[in-house]
């Protein structure tokens, strides 16, 4: 079956990427953002996220990415399965990389060493300023005890969630790096995400010039079409799955 003919490629692959989105994480309770009952769809406008909002009106922004941030985080999430099962791969010596669009921090917490987190991480606040990073929890708190917008505690410039919001460009070292691996990949992974944002968007297109590309995910993407496998399946069902069968082998 598929599980198998992707199992045997990890196998004999020099290079295996993995690229995944907030699919990764709905089971862990983060809501996604354009899936059923994404957040984009039904809860918040991405038009309040952006970097302009941040310029043009910081107390509001901070405000709403409040009200964000605990709508995505309110189940205390905790890596599932489908994190496991990577940071697994990455053990039996299969998967090199992970490469993410999620900021939960959820491969992290569950072992995987070789990450790369494209958009930034949500648990962190970067100073506008000054570049000092810190904790976002010690933010948000000042944001709910009405210290809006949050400020830096070494210059007093403006904090900024570590996150690349929209109408920001992805630190320029990652993104290449990330280009680097898609081009260089004998199996790339793409897990939980609509592939529709980019720059994160063109990595499989990167991958599918030379090496094998491998979608896992609920809904149909716009390189459903052009995939060597097209799993339309829950990444904590076909992940474990994958693990076991690599193991097997
Ligand atoms: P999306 O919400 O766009 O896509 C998530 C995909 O995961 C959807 O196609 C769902 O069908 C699928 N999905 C949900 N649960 C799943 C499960 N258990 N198993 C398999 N598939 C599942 O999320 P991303 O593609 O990650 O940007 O979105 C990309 C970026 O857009 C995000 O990083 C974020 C957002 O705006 C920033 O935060 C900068
Ligand atoms: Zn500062």
């Known amino acids: 079956d598929h599980i198998?003919?992707?199992?045997?490629?990890?196998?004999?692959?020099?290079?295996v990427v993995a690229l995944t989105g907030a699919g990764m994480s709905t089971a862990s309770g983060i809501p996604s953002f354009r899936g059923d009952d994404g957040i984009w769809r039904t809860q918040f406008d991405p038009d309040d996220f952006d970097i302009r909002r941040l310029d043009a009106d910081p107390a509001g922004?901070?405000?709403d990415r409040l009200d964000l941030h605990e709508a995505m985080f309110a189940a205390n999430p905790e890596p599932n399965a489908a994190h496991d099962a990577l940071a697994a791969l990455e053990r039996?010596?299969?998967?090199?990389?992970?490469?993410t669009q999620n900021t939960d921090g959820l491969h992290?917490?569950?072992?995987?060493e070789s990450l790369l987190e494209l958009h930034g991480n949500a648990h962190r606040v970067v100073c506008?300023?000054?570049g000092h990073r810190s904790d976002a929890a010690d933010a948000r708190q000042r944001v709910r005890d009405g210290e809006v917008p949050p400020r830096c505690s070494d210059c007093g410039g403006v904090l900024k969630p570590d996150v690349v919001l929209f109408g920001e460009m992805l630190p320029r070292e990652t993104l290449q790096a990330a280009r680097r691996l898609a081009r260089d990949s004998d199996v790339f992974l793409a897990i939980g995400s609509s592939l529709t944002v980019e720059p994160a968007a063109s990595l499989p297109g990167l991958a599918a010039g030379g090496g094998m590309l491998v979608l896992v995910n609920l809904d149909e993407t716009p390189y459903s079409g052009r995939a060597d496998v097209d799993l339309r399946a829950d990444v904590t069902d076909v992940l474990p799955r994958l693990v076991d069968t690599v193991e097997r082998q």
Do not use: I, K, N
Request: aromatic share 6%; net charge negative.
């Open 128 to 130: 506008r300023s000054c």
């Open 4 to 15: 198998e003919t992707v199992a045997d490629a990890l196998l004999t692959a020099d290079t």
């Open 61 to 63: 922004f901070w405000r």
């Open 92 to 99: 039996t010596g299969v998967l090199d990389t992970v490469v």
């Open 108 to 112: 992290a917490a569950a072992g995987t």
